[in-house]
Structures are given as C-alpha cells and as structure tokens.
C-alpha cells in the first residue's frame, strides 16, 4: 500500500495486529491522548503496550495522566511492551 502512513494509531493496529479498540501513536513514545475504550494501546515507531482495562491504565505508575498521557522514560521501558519486528511482513 502505497503511502502507509506509519504514524497512525489506527494503522499500526493493523499492520501490527494490536489486540486494542483503541490506538494512540507517538513518535517520541511520551506524550499521548488519553485512552477513552479498551482494551487500549499507545505505541511508538518500535512497538505498543495494551491496557486490558481502565483500571489498568488509570493505576499504572508509569504514566502520569492529565489533558495528555506523559509516559515517563518512554513507552518501551514500561513492561509489558511488545517490540515489533520491522523486517518481518506481519
């Protein structure tokens, strides 16, 4: 597909088959829109993390959630991150 928009939630839910209603992207993986439907996920060019619930998502010490979610450290150092493979066709 000509022009994948990389940069798109919604696309890397796709392309990376992201078990989540909802994806939030971030190129730095450290500043996202809130999550509002879940399961939910953010993710960064190198891969995402799933929120099973809110409860999961609201609790996480690693995030510290207002108008936008700051994800301190970035994305892949919150456990549970899920690396993806850039050289696999998945």
């Not at 450290?30 to 939910?40: C, D, K, N």
Request: proline letters at 6%; aromatic letters at 12%; a positive charge.
């Amino acid at each position: 597909m000509s022009g994948y928009k990389t940069n798109s939630g919604d696309n890397l839910r796709r392309k990376w088959r992201i078990p989540a209603v909802q994806v939030r992207y971030h190129k730095d993986g450290t500043w996202f829109m809130p999550l509002e439907r879940f399961p939910g996920a953010f993710c960064d060019p190198g891969g995402y993390i799933v929120f099973q619930n809110e409860h999961e998502y609201r609790t996480s010490r690693h995030l510290s959630i207002g108008k936008r979610v700051n994800v301190r450290r970035g994305l892949s150092r919150v456990p549970g991150y899920v690396r993806v493979s850039h050289g696999s066709s998945r």
